[in-house]
């Protein structure tokens, strides 16, 4: 049974894309990376839940798709 109650550091930062400021956070370390997209009208904020219990063995990207969470539209 894996520990989940070690504390990583959350990164939240904003890249380019087409143009268009997106917000992603990031959390955990080491392979495989998954990306967590979140559902219409959702956020990065939606996947905090799971990405915690993942953090230990996964990195964990979760964006704010244009226009929701901290993303321009």
């Known amino acids: 049974m894996t520990d989940h109650s070690t504390r990583f ?3 939240t ?3 380019i894309i087409c143009d268009r400021p ?3 956070v990031e959390r955990g370390k080491g392979t495989p990376s998954l990306i967590f997209l ?3 009208a959702g956020s ?3 996947w905090s839940e799971v ?3 993942l953090q ?3 990195h964990c990207i979760a964006p704010d798709l244009p ?3 901290e993303s321009q539209p």
């Open 9 to 11: 550091e959350e990164m």
């Open 13 to 15: 930062m904003q890249r």
């Open 22 to 24: 997106l917000n992603i």
């Open 38 to 40: 979140h559902y219409f």
């Open 44 to 46: 990065s904020a939606s």
């Open 51 to 53: 990405m915690t219990q």
């Open 56 to 58: 230990g063995t996964t």
């Open 67 to 69: 226009g929701f969470g």
